[in-house]
């Protein structure tokens, strides 16, 4: 008996959630870290010599957030290969448990982004109106990926992928004919 290939469903919902769950919060990670490191250069140097502004700060972009973060994604890649490959099977349902897993935690994230009033402590920028729209996109594809990825995986065909095998069509047994078919 032949194993069941992989889907064009199931490569779809690995490699949407992968760039979801990998691809951009690595690239965020390194978004931070690169601007965190342009932020310690002379941002405006004096014709004289000396400096006429240098530094500043990147909120909400801790050391420990960035660690965990990037942690979180180089892991959730790790279950995405092995899930590529299909074995072992329980692979399926650790897929989808790290999804829902990581989908609840960026739902949270994001709506107290959308709910947290723009503050002069915090400063006032013209990058806060993409900033919200953003993170309504950003929301909306978290809420979207998860609910195929869920929907496909547990459909016949990603089932017997990650089974190895397709299961047996039960046996067709002719129905018994009723007296009344048989006196006619």
Do not use: H
Not at 74 to 97: E, T
């Amino acid at each position: 008996m032949e194993k069941p290939p992989r889907t064009l469903g199931i490569a779809i919902a690995i490699i949407a959630s992968v760039c979801l769950f990998s691809c951009l919060p690595l690239l965020q990670v390194v978004m931070f870290v690169a601007v965190r490191g342009n932020l310690a250069t002379e941002l405006v140097p004096l014709e004289t010599g000396g400096t006429a502004a240098f530094g500043g700060c990147v909120l909400n972009a801790s050391d420990e957030r960035l660690i965990l973060q990037a942690g979180l994604a180089l892991i959730f890649l790790i279950i995405a290969a092995v899930a590529w490959r299909g074995k072992p099977p329980i692979i399926r349902f650790v897929l989808v448990a790290a999804v829902l897993l990581l989908s609840a935690g960026n739902i949270v994230l994001l709506i107290s982004t959308l709910a947290t009033p723009q503050t002069l402590q915090t400063g006032i920028d013209s990058g806060e109106t993409v900033t919200r729209s953003l993170a309504t996109m950003q929301l909306l594809i978290t809420v979207l990926i998860p609910l195929y990825v869920v929907w496909y995986m547990n459909r016949g065909p990603a089932r017997a992928f990650f089974r190895g095998y397709y299961l047996k069509e039960p046996a067709r047994t002719t129905p018994a004919k009723t007296t009344d078919e048989i006196t006619t």
